[in-house]
């Protein structure tokens, strides 16, 4: 089950006092492709990797000490290679720590997932074109890595 700590910056509200019935709709669809991205990174399924990414998003992020950047291309590769914590019965552990709007197409969207041993704190930046909220960039950072419970 995903935690979700949501916060509208004042760019998606109209009125502090009153409700905005549109910024309200365009947090519900991007909560909804945001628990695709989620359900991406526990269950490796690529026959939904379009539906989260944007063809031209890249993935920047430190593994093993050197800055890697990498198309769409390559991360599809990797998540086919990878094995799924849901294939391993590992629980799932995700959050949405920060939800921000720049305007009623674009967030920026701060999520902690586990991926097997490793916790990684991400941040998406999200489009919204044609209706449909799409990863434009994701920047990645490993938080903690554990074996058998124990940090490693």
């Given amino acids: 089950m995903t935690k979700a700590l949501c916060s509208l910056s004042a760019a998606s509200r109209s009125d502090a006092s009153r409700p905005n019935r549109a910024a309200e709709s365009h947090l519900a669809s991007l909560m909804t492709a945001v ?11 690529t026959s939904h990797f379009d539906e989260v990414f944007q063809p031209t998003a890249h993935l920047h992020g430190f593994r093993d000490g050197e800055m890697k950047a990498w198309s769409m291309e390559v991360y599809r590769d990797i998540l086919n290679r990878r094995t799924s914590s849901k294939s391993q019965n590992i629980p799932r552990e995700d959050e949405i720590l920060l939800v921000d709007f720049a305007s009623p197409t674009m967030a920026l969207v701060k999520v902690r ?34 074996a058998n419970g124990w940090p490693v």
């Fill in 35 to 45: 628990q695709r991205y989620l359900d991406l990174m526990y269950d490796c399924d």
């Fill in 113 to 146: 997932v586990r991926i097997a041993v490793g916790v990684f704190v991400d941040f998406l930046t999200w489009h919204c074109e044609d209706g449909q909220w799409l990863i434009t960039s994701k920047g990645f950072h490993l938080e903690s890595a554990h």
